[in-house]
């Protein structure tokens, strides 16, 4: 069965760093596209950020020069590195598996909030 | 403001069908055959309906059904059950800078 269980959010100031993970069960992340997706309280979804290998990832451009995304194969695990964190970036961080170009898998999501 | 319109609210009656549009352009929802629908109740992970603009995926009923004319897709919801009653978001492949594009989503009110 695919799980997707994503841990790291909490509350942070404005201009701090966040690292979210998200950890997989019942398929490897190596194999298959995984995706980061937001949803900003009470608003609707917005993509952030998909990775396919370490030399192909991609980001929207609300987040870009930001935020990285990464993946740990050992440990099955996806990652988000967040950096100069906005009032704009508070949201549900949800992460999804990406098969072909549908995210087909998500997690709960973990939330994230920036305090100015 | 979302890349993709939906209606802002959709309702039925037990029994009946609703359609969910989804509008957008020729550089995502009329130019790749990659429209997904996604069901999310309250605090839960939204839950994948169709892909592929029609593909339904393994268990998921076949109450549920996708189309799609130019640049707008829908979603019908055949025979309206109590238990459909959530958010409907619509999610196109966009291929540019922005990869993925939602819609605002829809909620549905099972009367």
């Known amino acids: 069965e695919v799980q997707l269980e994503e841990s790291g959010g909490g509350l942070i100031q404005r201009g701090g760093s966040l690292r979210l993970s998200c950890s997989a069960s019942?398929?490897?992340?190596?194999?298959?596209?995984m995706s980061w997706v937001r949803q900003a309280p009470g608003k609707g979804l917005e993509w952030v950020s998909s990775?396919?290998?370490?030399?192909?990832?991609y980001y929207a451009d609300s987040v870009k020069g930001r935020f990285t995304i990464s993946r740990d194969n050992s440990k099955n695990t996806l990652y988000l590195q967040m950096n100069s964190l906005r009032a704009e970036d508070t949201a549900f961080y949800f992460c999804?598996?990406?098969?072909?170009?549908?995210?087909?898998?998500w997690g709960q999501g973990t939330l994230v909030t920036v305090s100015s | 403001q979302s890349a993709l319109t939906q209606p802002a609210s959709v309702s039925g009656s037990p029994g009946q069908s609703i359609t969910i549009s989804c509008t957008g352009n020729?550089?995502?929802?009329?130019?790749?055959?990659?429209v997904s629908w996604y069901q999310q109740y309250p605090g839960k992970a939204p839950k994948l309906m169709i892909y592929?603009?029609?593909k339904r995926p393994s268990g998921v009923s076949n109450r549920f059904s996708g189309s799609r004319s130019g640049n707008t897709a829908s979603l019908t919801i055949s025979g309206l059950q109590a238990e459909d009653e959530a958010d409907y978001y619509c999610?196109?492949?966009?291929?540019?800078?922005?990869?993925?594009?939602f819609g605002g989503g829809t909620p549905l009110t099972v009367l």
């Open positions: 019942g398929f490897t992340v190596s194999n298959n596209y």
């Open positions: 020729g550089s995502d929802v009329g130019g790749y055959n990659y």
């Open positions: 990775i396919y290998s370490a030399s192909s990832t």
């Open positions: 592929d603009v029609t």
């Open positions: 999610c196109s492949y966009a291929g540019g800078s922005s990869l993925w594009v």
């Open positions: 999804a598996r990406t098969r072909g170009v549908t995210h087909d898998y």
